[in-house]
Nanobody, 120 residues
Framework: QVQLVESGGGLAQAGGSLRLSCATSGGTFSNNAMGWFRQAPGKEREFVAR????????NYADPVKGRFTISRDNAKNTVYLQMNSLKPEDTAVYYCVAYSGSYYDSPDYWGKGTLVTVSS
């Protein structure tokens, strides 16, 4: 069973930056594509970014393209989300996910989330 623990959330001002981390355990990290989702207050959960097992492929949701960067360190079993030029609409709980199947499948494992609040 893969376990995911997010960290790095908090309060940021508009235009600022935050870096989220997701530490994994219980599986072979390098076998899993990884990603991030978010859920804003009163809204449905949405895809943010995804990275393939060896970081050869990355995908981003349109609202974060050019501002967010996903990366991974397979030696540390950790995936990151660097968030720059933050906007108030980025306020959400951010969830780390792991894919045990195809890169384009739905996630199989979810973390508990970390809250990001962006003030204007």
């Amino acid at each position: 069973q893969v376990q995911l623990v997010e960290s790095g959330g908090g309060l940021a001002q508009a235009g600022g930056s935050l870096r989220l981390s997701c530490a994994t355990s219980g599986g072979t990290f390098s076998n899993n594509a990884m990603g991030w989702f978010r859920q804003a207050p009163g809204k449905e959960r949405e895809f943010v970014a995804r990275i393939s097992r060896r970081a050869l492929m990355k995908n981003y949701a349109d609202p974060v393209k050019g501002r967010f960067t996903i990366s991974r360190d397979n030696a540390k079993n950790t995936v990151y989300l660097q968030m720059n030029s933050l906007k108030p609409e980025d306020t959400a709980v951010y969830y780390c996910v792991a894919y045990s199947g195809s890169y384009y499948d739905s996630p199989d494992y979810w973390g508990k989330g970390t809250l990001v609040t962006v003030s204007s």
